[in-house]
T-cell receptor, first 112, second 114 residues
Framework: GEDVEQSLFLSVREGDSSVINCTYT??????LYWYKQEPGAGLQLLTYIFSNMDMKQDQRLTVLLNKKDKHLSLRIADTQTGDSAIYFC????????????FGKGTTLSVSS | DGGITQSPKYLFRKEGQNVTLSCEQN?????MYWYRQDPGQGLRLIYY???????QKGDIAEGYSVSREKKESFPLTVTSAQKNPTAFYLCASSIGTGQNTEAFFGQGTRLTVV
């Protein structure tokens, strides 16, 4: 079955880098996603990576994928207080069209 | 502006009553989804629909029902059979099937059973 695991909390200081980790189990997933949720709001897509890639960089965001270990990470450089939110890792499951299977989310707390 | 709209933002229901959550999109997306979010549980898939007049159960469909009579609309009914309905409900849509289609989310409806 499909399962996505994330650590629940991460606390960093403003200006430091944040690294949020995720593991998934479905080896057939070809796209993996990172979403951000601010309090009381819906989810916003931050970035995604195709499974034949090892790394993708988008401004302050770097996604690393280790397909052998089924490990995905999101690095946020120069973390700001506005980055405080819940970050969800997700994989797409072919049997459900593009329905996404989400991890439990990592709450990132940034202190100044 | 194109987008996906959920209403209402907050909803209160008495025990034993059915209640319907609205989800409308004007993105011309074929696929629509309902997720439930509980603290520390992440998002769990309730129902999804890949095309009009067709829908499939997700992981936690018991106590819920949906319809997809129009492409733009995918209402979710929380029935009295749902044992623990208090939660944050999120609706999403995407272009359709295919490997990489971004899912767009509504702002959510917080349902409280009183």
């Amino acid at each position: 079955g499909e399962d996505v695991e994330q650590s629940l909390f991460l606390s960093v200081r403003e200006g430091d880098s944040s690294v949020i980790n995720c593991t998934y189990t479905d080896s057939s997933s070809t796209y993996l996603y990172w979403y951000k949720q601010e309090p009381g709001a819906g989810l916003q897509l931050l970035t995604y990576i195709f499974s034949n890639m090892d790394m993708k960089q988008d401004q302050r965001l770097t996604v690393l994928l280790n397909k052998k270990d089924k490990h995905l990470s999101l690095r946020i450089a120069d973390t700001q207080t506005g980055d405080s939110a819940i970050y969800f890792c997700a994989e797409s499951i072919m049997q459900a069209g593009t329905a996404l299977i989400f991890g439990k989310g990592t709450t990132l707390s940034v202190s100044s | 502006d194109g987008g996906i709209t959920q209403s209402p933002k907050y909803l209160f229901r008495k025990e034993g009553q059915n209640v319907t959550l609205s989800c409308e999109q004007n993105l011309n997306h074929d696929a629509m989804y309902w997720y439930r979010q509980d603290p520390g549980q992440g998002l769990r898939l309730i129902y999804y629909s890949q095309i009009v007049n067709d829908f499939q159960k997700g992981d936690i469909a018991e106590g819920y029902s949906v319809s997809r009579e129009k492409k733009e609309s995918f209402p979710l009914t929380v029935t009295s059979a749902q044992k623990n309905p208090t939660a944050f409900y999120l609706c999403a849509s995407s272009i359709g099937t295919g490997q990489n289609t971004e899912a767009f989310f509504g702002q959510g409806t917080r349902l409280t059973v009183v």
